[in-house]
């Protein structure tokens, strides 16, 4: 197989294909007729049509960075603000405890009341810190 590739595969082809296959969709089509005549007046007559754009196109990543680094962003910001959910869970246990606990001992009901204050206020700035973490990561990255 690889006897076969050898004579059948100049290394000008080989390398224009390895060139096409990692670009872009976007660089890969060249429909602009003066990037083709600037081809025709750089590349020597024996390079095919199909070779000569390949010579031609620039490498084009910038636009493929950005968009994988926008991904990546509002997924970082999306898992941040899973802790919002948790949040929201840990205040409902904590009012369900208070309703629990005043039911066994009425009388407790002012020191439970002040602990479930604490309870909800820490509750809270745990989800307040989870999504400060998602807008930081959308907004100041």
């Given amino acids: 197989m690889y006897a076969c590739a050898k004579f059948v ?4 082809l080989v390398r224009a294909g390895s060139r096409a296959l ?16 600037t081809a025709c007046l750089l590349a020597p007559q024996s390079i ?34 899973v802790g919002v959910a948790g949040s929201g869970a840990g205040i409902g246990t904590v009012f369900g405890s208070l309703i629990i606990g005043y039911a066994r001992n009425p009388s407790l009901k002012q020191q439970l009341f002040s602990y479930a204050i ?19 990561i959308l907004f100041a990255m």
Avoid at 22 to 37: G, Q, T, W
Avoid at 118 to 136: Q, T
């Fill in 118 to 136: 604490l309870g909800f206020a820490l509750s809270e700035a745990m989800g307040l810190f989870c999504l400060m973490v998602a807008f930081l």
């Fill in 48 to 81: 095919t049509a199909s070779q000569q754009q390949v010579a031609v196109r620039g490498f084009q990543t910038s636009a493929v960075s950005r968009d994988i680094d926008t991904a990546a962003k509002f997924i970082g910001a999306g898992a941040a603000t």
């Fill in 9 to 12: 595969s100049t290394p000008s």
């Fill in 22 to 37: 990692y670009r872009p969709l976007s660089a890969a089509v060249v429909s602009d007729a003066r990037k083709a005549e």
